[in-house]
């Protein structure tokens, strides 16, 4: 009779994650079930790196990225949509509302100028990051900056 092997010390880490990352597999998968997909497909791809001798120094910051890119590869994390003025400024500027939709553009930090620019020009995520030199998680968060300051800026509460 075998007996089951005693858990490695990477084992007992990949169950301490599980509680970490559940609750950004449930905002990421639209159901319970694909939410379980995607937590069992990330610990299986950190497991799968450890054992090949990747080293992880953060497991938790490694977990949560792969997690967010195995749920862009099935399609489930929100894609970065081209800003057109509708979505953007809530209704097609024109004459002083579009000089200070520009205005408050000018007025961004000049990383997140640069990303509106360019996904109102209708690049998407990926064409931003590699032209930035930056990650895609990155794109989206400085765009989110930028549009929140935009509303701000503009009176769009």
């Not at 929100?78 to 003025?85: A, G, M, Q, V």
């Not at 097609?92 to 640069?114: D, I």
Request: hydrophobic share 40%; glycine share 8%.
């Amino acid at each position: 009779m075998r007996y089951p092997e005693k858990p490695s010390s990477t084992d007992a880490d990949l169950v301490a994650l599980i509680p970490q990352l559940t609750p950004l597999a449930r905002r990421l998968g639209h159901s319970q079930a694909e939410a379980d997909d995607l937590l069992q497909d990330t610990l299986a791809a950190i497991l799968q790196r450890l054992r090949a001798g990747g080293e992880i120094d953060s497991l938790s910051a490694y977990g949560r990225i792969v997690l967010k890119n195995a749920a862009r590869r099935r399609g489930q994390f929100p894609r970065l949509e081209p800003l057109d003025n509708d979505s953007a400024m809530g209704a097609e500027p024109s004459g002083e509302g579009a000089y200070a939709a520009l205005e408050a553009v000018a007025h961004l930090p000049a990383a997140q100028a640069r990303l509106v620019r360019g996904a109102l020009e209708g690049h998407d995520t990926a064409q931003l990051a590699r032209s930035e030199g930056i990650a895609p998680g990155t794109v989206h968060s400085r765009l989110a900056r930028a549009r929140a300051r935009l509303r701000a800026d503009l009176d769009m509460g």
